[in-house]
């Protein structure tokens, strides 16, 4: 008798980046077109993935990773939680460009309920160069995706022989790599012989919130404003005259901004303006505050945008708001 084993099945969302970008030469690591190619030809340069799962391409958008915008967020959001439900799917793959994958990762931790595999990979050398690191990067991301362990993770990012959480990680550097990093978390795991090997079992992040965003057809503006040494405070009222519902402050160290620009902040959140402040600084929080804002805690600018977005579209209260964030 023949025992036929099969194959766990993975669909791998294209949404461009590096991982298919194409340069004119094979030397040419910067200044190449990202999402150039096609999703279905990076699974086909990889024939080793034939061997691990049953994979099915699906094309979503092919274009650098800062074009991604709010309706391209809910749309994968949509495919990852069609993916939980379906007894045709055991993971999911999603290729992405590194600029922001952060951003997307994070946005999916929070909106997907943890169930099956869902795996970001990306590259930072084009499909054209030497060394390209995309295809081995693709090959451990479906293999993470097809596998048990990866099971009630949330969103995990591969690159560079690493496993880290969505929840965590950042881009630490434009051009290594090695550019992922979560320094104050760490990796979740590795890759030993393109199999994935964990450091620690399955854990959610203290603060994670879950997001019901079934019926959301798009979200609210919300804008960042950096913090520097001589900040123009009227530049936050431009940005509330141009839509935005809610702002970030990239706060100098632990929550610092001008006097005279606190003074702009207290009037626009006076106006109904939701307030969050961050911290410019790669590591480290925001202590809780006992004023009308909020401190974002951990969380970095980008990342605490993409909550606040959530939690004005939810309907939240500045009151629930805050404990969201201020955990
Ligand atoms: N390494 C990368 O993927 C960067 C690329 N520019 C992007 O789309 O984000």
Redesign the pocket.
Known sequence: MTLTIRLPRITILGT????A?SATSQTQTTGYQ??AISIQSLIDAVPAIAQIATVKGEQVAN????EVTSPILLDLCRRARAANESDDCDGVVIT??????EETAFFLSLTVPWKKPIVFV???RPATAISADGPINLLQAVTLAASPTALGRGPLVVLNDRISSGFYITKSSANALDTFKAPEQGHLGYFDNSQPKFFYSSASPIGLHYFDIKDTIDLPQVDIVYGYQGLNPHIITEYVRAGAKGLILATMGNGGWTIAGMEVVRQVIEGGVIVVHSHRSQDGAVSSSVDISISSGLLSPQKSRIMLQLALSSGYTLEQTKSIFEI
Do not use: W
């Not at 992405?96 to 994958?101: K, R, V």
């Open positions: 461009g980046g590096t991982i970008g990202p999402g274009f650098r990773s800062t992405h460009g590194t600029d922001t994958l990306g590259a930072m």
